[in-house]
């Protein structure tokens, strides 16, 4: 879990808080998951910060935020990983 929170303080400098804070409960829930992935079962898994509406919110915005986090993402290289 920590590996993965290491990889989101990387787009620190490219999302806004918000998007980050979101992404960071949807990254911890999809990884607590077992089964079907939806987003009824990601609010149930998320706990606070990560309501079905948020969940809505986050999937919900615009193409430019993943642009830049792939950006960013493609940046690093695997050993950093």
């Given at each position: ?5 290491m ?40 706990g ?10 986050f ?23």
């Amino acid at each position: 879990m920590t590996d993965i929170m290491m990889v989101l303080a990387c787009l620190n400098q490219s999302l806004h808080p918000t998007a980050l804070r979101q992404l960071t409960v949807v990254a911890q829930a999809l990884l607590a998951m077992t089964g079907r992935v939806t987003m009824l079962g990601l609010s149930r898994w998320a706990g606070k910060g990560g309501s079905y509406r948020t969940l809505q919110r986050f999937f919900n915005t615009t193409s430019n935020r993943s642009a830049k986090s792939q950006y960013t993402l493609s940046g690093l290289t695997v050993s950093e990983m």
